[in-house]
């Protein structure tokens, strides 16, 4: 019996794009996945396949798989679809059980450490999984299922059109938006979340578009 099912290794492949393990624009092998794996090339196919479906990877022809590379306008179309979710499932949030404040605010301490020490494969995870902790604790697994996917590929947008990395940021925002809820301010936390996604989004550089078609050619 294979240790890992198709959704596990679906799974798999998008942490290590929320780690900026593989990134936009790469190749993933069938083969080489199903030794990594240690599973049928088909399982793996079918894993791509699901993948295909979410929107983090595409067949290009007689070449093989690859992530995507979202254009300009899906970056933005992106942070649209954060600013109209996340503001929004906060709106009713209420005053959260201490249980879920005090693993907030163990994320956000430890986003700090991993910004502090450099792991910037550590910083990524913490910050984008941010959103997705929030959503969970927040009990609603339909929002979560849908922030662990919009994260992901805000991740893959972040490699492609945000030329500065702004982490320190995020993650006083990130702080400020647990107090505002462990203090039962709905809307002031609200209020903070939409100003931190115009700030990721404010971030995107329509510059880097050409760069990135320049490469979609060439390839």
Same mark, same amino acid.
């Given at each position: ?52 479906? #979410? ?13 995507? /590379? ?34 907030? #605010? =163990?994320?956000?301490?430890?986003? =700090? ?49 945000? *030329?500065?990395? /702004?982490?320190?940021? *995020? ?7 647990? /107090? ?14 939409? /100003? ?24």
């Amino acid at each position: 019996m294979a240790k890992f099912s198709k959704s596990k290794i679906a799974e798999k492949l998008v942490q290590s794009i929320l780690s900026a393990e593989i990134t936009p624009g790469d190749r993933l092998g069938e083969i080489k996945l199903a030794e990594f794996f240690g599973v049928s090339r088909t399982l793996v196919r079918e894993a791509l396949i699901e993948l295909q479906t #979410r929107g983090f990877v595409e067949v290009r022809p007689r070449m093989g798989w690859y992530v995507v /590379e979202p254009s300009f306008e899906e970056a933005r179309e992106t942070y649209a679809a954060r600013r109209v979710i996340e503001p929004g499932m906060l709106r009713d949030a209420g005053k959260p059980l201490q249980s879920v404040i005090l693993s907030l #605010r =163990k994320h956000v301490a430890d986003e =700090k450490k991993a910004i502090e020490s450099g792991n910037s494969a550590a910083r990524s995870v913490l910050l984008a999984d941010f959103h997705v902790c929030l959503a969970e604790h927040l009990g609603n697994r339909f929002l979560t299922a849908m922030m662990h996917d919009l994260s992901a590929r805000t991740t893959l947008v972040s490699a492609l059109y945000q *030329s500065t990395n /702004e982490a320190q940021v *995020s993650n006083n925002d990130h702080a400020m938006i647990v /107090e505002a809820l462990a203090k039962g301010q709905s809307a002031e936390a609200e209020r903070l979340m939409r /100003e931190h996604i115009h700030f990721l989004e404010a971030r995107l550089d329509a510059t880097l578009a050409n760069n990135v078609e320049m490469k979609k050619k060439s390839g």
